[in-house]
């Protein structure tokens, strides 16, 4: 079983084998290389998708939405690695070193 996460925080299940005996029973997605996906809705659309091997998956859930320290914080990524700058920290946050 494969999960897809799209770029809005949605879990999918990719069911691309069964999609076919799924197409009435639940929603089916379409999911596009670009982390979006549209509903599926004929079977020309799943066809159609299919064809372009695109992932046909089903919604399984959405991931809860983090409140990320920093997240307004000037950021620099260095070898993979986040950094702040300490003066906005000790501004915004009032760290005490």
């Given at each position: ?26 929603p ?70």
């Amino acid at each position: 079983m494969n999960l897809i996460i799209s770029d809005d925080n949605y879990v999918f299940v990719d069911v691309t084998d069964n999609s076919r005996s799924l197409l009435n029973a639940i929603p089916l997605y379409a999911m596009h290389g670009d982390g979006t996906y549209g509903l599926i809705e004929s079977e020309q659309e799943l066809e159609l998708a299919i064809d372009l091997m695109l992932p046909i998956a089903i919604k399984g859930g959405e991931l809860p939405k983090l409140d990320v320290p920093f997240h307004n914080a000037p950021k620099v990524k260095v070898d993979g690695m986040w950094y702040v700058e300490l003066s906005f920290l000790l501004k915004n946050y009032a760290l005490y070193i």
